[in-house]
């Protein structure tokens, strides 16, 4: 690699990345080499610094370079790096009584579960959804989700005298629901994810998101026309086959398949195709959910809630919430013993540093930042599009913010060009740029990672 490769580059392209700073310790430095003997190195190829990654700032380690973290773990990071919550010592003691031991949740109760549901329920509890599930995964989740909707569906068809049927879910284009067997079936984003797996032939239907790239008259009316489209082609799977489909599922906002955002109107139009033909309506809020946009759940910027929901990425625990619906069948999976289960329940580390994110979230009043702090981001981010026009198509709500570019390469070359000028953002879809910071952003962060952005597409525009 030549002199003049970029950070980013250097970043990608090592297999042994040297470290810059000559008092760094050797672990730091073999790290990549010593995981990559074994596992296939396809991450992002930095270390972190777990001491000096403070706030909304995550320090790679393996290349002595200050980040401001716009990604969060894959947007599944709560609150910053470090925060002062965990240096009490009564937290430290809870948080190493639950690490030194891994409970079988689903079959030995603690104290440690029941101080988790509890607060979980109270700071995030979305009723009449009050049935629960606890998995480690988010495609686990979305996989009980389908299974509890399998299960429903088929006992009503067997007591209507129709028969063992009702096991297909519709779904969307561009959906992303995870990577396990079921989920195969439903996620249709990079086809690298899917490609050779077994797969159901599940009705799939087009996604009616918001063009943002549209005025806003012309956006109305494209999308309105989209949903009449997409509503038509759900009908007709309906017609065709109503008594084998078990649940629509939806991501509020889907994620890796480009932040595409949709209309109130549709998650209504949803929610009345589900009531009228014997369907569940499930979001996967896997992604969008846990308060990244100003509200606790995505679903309630809409008024429209789900009979099944699946959660993971910032509440740390992966689930499912179950609303009455279930309860039409008497004997749903979550009444009868040992239908969906695994053996760690969740997990119980897992649990007890969630019970004290749920805490921060809640004195903080996270949700209230990921609303304020957001509505800054998009602001900012529409100054940027009035200077820049390689930027169009910026949307968000609360913290889940994205624009795009103008092809793959356009964007290829401008997140690595962030990524060099200290700003680790992700991609999505097929030339989005996505923001999926931690909920205790700052307005200031913001600012100094908008200055950064700023000069890259002074830097691209100069070229
Ligand atoms: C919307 C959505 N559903 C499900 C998943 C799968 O979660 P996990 O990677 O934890 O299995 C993801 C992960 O990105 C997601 O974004």
């Known amino acids: 690699m030549s002199s003049s490769s970029t950070l980013a580059e250097r970043v990608a392209a090592s297999s042994r990345v040297q ?20 596992v296939l190195l396809d991450g992002f190829r930095i270390v972190i610094d777990l001491e000096k990654s403070k706030g909304s700032y995550l320090y790679d380690a393996a290349h002595s370079h200050r980040l401001i973290d716009l990604y969060g773990f894959f947007g599944s990071n709560p609150v910053g790096f470090n925060h002062p919550h965990f240096d009490k010592p009564e937290v430290k003691a809870d948080l190493l009584r639950a690490a030194e031991i891994k409970i079988a949740n689903s079959d030995v109760y603690s104290e440690g579960y029941a101080q988790f549901v509890d607060m979980l329920w109270r700071v995030v509890g979305m009723p009449p959804l009050d049935r629960m599930l606890f998995i480690e995964g988010g495609a686990l989740a979305v996989e009980n989700t389908l299974k509890a ?9 067997m007591a209507a005298g129709r028969g063992e049927r009702g096991t297909e879910i519709l779904h969307f284009r561009h959906a992303f629901h995870g990577r396990s067997g079921y989920t ?37 009316a494209d999308v309105i026309a989209r949903e009449k489209k997409s509503e038509a082609e759900i009908m007709q799977f309906v017609h065709e086959r109503g008594v084998d489909i078990a649940a629509i599922i939806i ?28 369907m569940l309506l499930i979001f996967d809020e896997v992604q969008c959910g846990m308060c990244a946009t100003g509200k606790t759940w995505c679903c309630q910027h809409f008024g429209v809630q789900p009979d099944l929901m699946a959660f993971g990425k910032k509440a740390q625990v992966c689930g499912v919430m179950a609303g009455p619906r279930l309860d039409e069948v008497k004997e749903n999976v979550f009444r009868t013993p040992s239908r969906i289960n695994s053996t ?27 609303r304020v702090v957001g509505a800054h981001f998009l602001a900012r981010l529409l100054d ?30 401008f997140w690595k060009g962030a990524f060099d000028l200290g700003v680790f953002t992700l991609r999505s879809g097929e030339r989005s740029i996505r923001f999926r910071p931690a909920l205790d952003i700052t307005k200031e962060v913001v600012d100094e990672a908008i200055g950064r952005l700023r000069e890259q597409c002074e830097r691209m525009r100069s070229r």
């Open 19 to 38: 470290p810059r700073e000559k008092n760094q310790t050797q672990p730091q430095t073999t790290v990549l080499d010593r995981i990559g003997e074994h």
């Open 149 to 157: 909707a399998m299960d429903w569906k088929v006992r009503k068809n």
């Open 184 to 220: 195969m079936s439903l996620t249709n984003t990079d086809p690298k994810k899917t490609d050779l797996f077994a797969k159901f032939n599940w009705p799939r239907v087009s996604t009616p998101s918001i063009d943002y790239s549209l005025g806003e008259e012309a956006r109305n």
């Open 251 to 278: 991501e509020p906002i889907q994620g890796e398949g480009g932040d595409n955002h949709f209309r109130g109107e549709w998650f209504r139009t949803l929610r009345r195709i589900c009531d009228e033909n014997e």
């Open 344 to 370: 760690w329940g969740g997990n119980f580390t897992d649990m007890v540093r969630s019970t004290h994110f749920l805490q921060i979230i809640e004195e903080e009043n996270l949700v209230e930042n990921a």
């Open 384 to 413: 940027l599009q009035s200077e820049s026009p390689i930027i169009t198509a910026v949307r968000g709500r609360g913290l889940f913010l994205a624009f795009d570019l103008p092809d793959p390469a356009t964007r290829e070359e």
